[in-house]
């Protein structure tokens, strides 16, 4: 079973040129340091989904 939750990114904390770019995000009160790769234009405010330990734009 795969559960899917919108999340905000608050932060990027590496360089835009990184291809392993991470960030931090947030939902429901809890931020997490995740990997941000599969996110094409990844920016703060921007709300994909966090799925099965990935982010899916």
Do not use: H, Q
């Not at 795969?2 to 040129?17: E, F, G, N, Q």
């Not at 996110?39 to 989904?49: L, N, Q, Y």
């Amino acid at each position: 079973m795969c559960l899917a939750i919108p999340v905000k990114i608050t932060a990027i904390t590496t360089d835009a040129d990184n291809p392993f770019r991470s960030g931090k995000v947030s939902f429901g009160g809890i931020m997490r340091e995740v990997n941000l790769s599969m996110v094409p234009m990844p920016g703060p405010a921007t709300m994909p989904w966090y799925m099965s330990g990935r982010l899916s734009a």
